[in-house]
């Protein structure tokens, strides 16, 4: 695998991570659940999955960081 592969590979993971959380909150402010033990599992979840993503994106990748 190359480089821009392995960016690639490891991105789609941290993205399925982001949504999957991300759909969760939303499942559960559509249900009213905006507090609780599972509120917080949640919220905490989607915190970390968007605190990876943006680390790995701001990480140097060397010559394979794809241009915006």
Do not use: C
Not at 10 to 35: C, F, G, P, R
Not at 44 to 68: C, F, I, S, V
């Amino acid at each position: 695998m190359t480089s821009t592969d392995d960016f690639r590979f490891h991105a789609k993971e941290l993205i399925v991570d982001l949504n999957a959380a991300t759909t969760e909150m939303m499942n559960l402010i559509s249900a009213h659940q905006l507090n609780g033990p599972e509120w917080e599992r949640v919220n905490q979840w989607q915190h970390e999955a968007h605190k990876r993503w943006m680390r790995y994106l701001n990480a140097d990748h060397g010559d394979h960081k794809p241009t915006p």
